[in-house]
């Protein structure tokens, strides 16, 4: 088992509800990203917070907004979702330092939330 | 052109082959490799990273080749529990982006 856990497993919601996505690493990590998994396609990165600041937003829609109360917890609210956005949702984390992530340090991903928006 | 390009597969092959993929960056500034395994419906793990002269890990031998902008993954003595999906992973030289390829099916038969 990985040290990141994620909340719920699957998710179903309709396309005018609010909804949160969890994530919880016990790795003594700094960095925490939220990637996105489609059918057919590679892991797109979405966020990523080093020391709870946010260092990256990949031209993400407003839908989703990310919030990183410590560098333990990463959250995704999400809300009036699009049938397009229906995807594994994956957390992970890695170590880093505050001049940012060193090149080789592995990202370990937590299980994944499976969101179906109907 | 994608970022990261990989063969989709699936490979089909008996216990025992030896079998290799190959994936192609396009940015020429990437700094590190990687290939994870994802299995079905499971998060990806990473299997090696992949160094300038190569490296090899029990049964799994990855290369790299910069001029080609090219990476390979070789698998001896394939075993049942190598079925998995696996991810050619680079990482540019700025910023904290993993650009994953879509990955390459295998499938070990009896």
């Known amino acids: 088992e990985t040290g990141v856990t994620q909340t719920p497993r699957h998710l179903v919601m309709g396309m005018t509800n609010k909804k949160s996505l969890k994530c919880e690493q016990h790795l003594g990590h700094n960095a925490m990203y939220w990637y996105k998994q489609s059918a057919k396609k590679p892991l797109e990165l979405m966020f990523v917070y080093n020391f709870k600041e946010q260092t990256e937003n990949n031209s993400v829609p407003s839908r989703f907004s990310p919030e990183c109360p410590n560098s333990s917890h990463l959250f995704l609210h999400l809300h009036t979702l699009q049938p397009e956005d229906s995807a594994l949702y994956l957390c992970a984390s890695s170590q880093s330092g505050l001049a940012g992530v060193s090149s080789y340090n592995e990202q370990f991903f937590g299980p994944g939330t499976r969101l179906t928006v109907l | 052109r994608k970022e990261v390009e990989q063969d989709p597969g699936p490979f089909n092959v008996p216990e025992g082959a030896t079998v290799a993929f190959n994936c192609t960056y396009s940015?020429?500034?990437?700094?590190?490799f990687f290939w994870y395994r994802q299995d079905c419906r499971k998060e990806p793990k990473l299997l090696m990273s992949v160094y300038s002269s190569g490296n090899e890990d029990g049964r799994f031998t990855a290369q790299l080749n910069r001029a080609s902008q090219y990476i390979s993954l070789l698998i001896r003595d394939s075993k049942l529990s190598d079925s998995a999906t696996y991810l050619c992973?680079?990482?540019?030289?700025?910023?904290?982006?993993?650009?994953f390829g879509k990955g390459t099916s295998l499938l070990v038969t009896p």
């Open positions: 992973v680079v990482k540019p030289k700025s910023g904290y982006a993993l650009n």
């Open positions: 940015n020429s500034a990437s700094q590190s």
